[in-house]
């Protein structure tokens, strides 16, 4: 690709190119911007293979590129621009999402203790053996099972349902942040899995993930 990289901010921009421009903001979008200082918004990087410039929301010092979506994405648009910026973090707005909720709290999903054991895809915390998963019928395990009661739960992690997804969030390779509301934000993330990704949340105090690029 010969796009810049490291990004470097375009000046003038609006006087000699064409800039991709989407609907209009909302309290939402503008109130995110406004927690980072003003030297750190709409940033304007030229893309050189595909003709046009990028604006990013807020692009920060240390090079990451922070994207604030209200609304759903098209799959093309979400890999253009995760091709385009080289460290990219989505902020999405998750109070709009439909019949979201999240569950339980989990283990450290990573414990060596679940190595050979496989989450279910079910609303219930419950664990299936790898080896089991051939069988018509794999026997289901919860965390009162002798093998799996001793692995403690998580304060920061969370199971979820999603009945209504936008499944392109899905494809995400870049960190996915979804704001909720309140004080904590809970990123997306997916445990690898011989019957699929099993999907769950990481918990992050709203001010520590600010602060990371806000000293």
């Not at 893309?47 to 609304?71: L, M």
């Not at 080289?86 to 679940?114: S, Y």
């Not at 989450?119 to 965390?143: C, E, G, Q, W, Y």
């Not at 799996?148 to 999603?162: A, Q």
Request: net charge positive; hydrophobic share 35%.
């Amino acid at each position: 690709m010969s796009f810049l990289n490291p990004l470097e901010p375009v000046a003038d921009v609006e006087k000699i190119a064409k800039i991709r421009v989407f609907p209009g903001e909302t309290e939402w979008h503008s109130g995110w911007k406004k927690a980072f200082p003003v030297d750190y918004r709409e940033k304007t990087f030229l893309n050189r293979e595909e003709g046009y410039y990028h604006r990013a929301d807020v692009h920060t010092p240390c090079g990451t590129t922070i994207e604030f979506q209200n609304s759903p994405i098209a799959l093309t648009e979400l890999q253009s621009r995760e091709t385009f910026y080289p460290r990219l973090v989505w902020v999405i707005n998750g109070k709009k999402f439909k019949g979201f909720k999240i569950l339980k709290h989990l283990p450290d999903v990573n414990d060596p203790r679940l190595a050979d054991f496989e989450f279910s895809h079910t609303a219930n915390l419950t664990m299936v053996r790898k080896n089991d998963l051939i069988l018509p019928k794999p026997r289901v395990l919860t965390f009162h099972h002798p093998e799996l009661r001793d692995i403690p739960l998580t304060s920061h992690l969370y199971s979820f349902t999603w009945r209504h997804p936008h499944k392109v969030w899905y494809e995400a390779k870049c960190p996915l942040i979804f704001d909720l509301g309140g004080y904590f934000l809970y990123q997306l993330k997916q445990r690898a899995q011989l019957s699929g990704a099993y999907a769950y949340l990481h918990m992050i105090p709203r001010k520590d993930f600010i602060g990371q690029y806000v000293k």
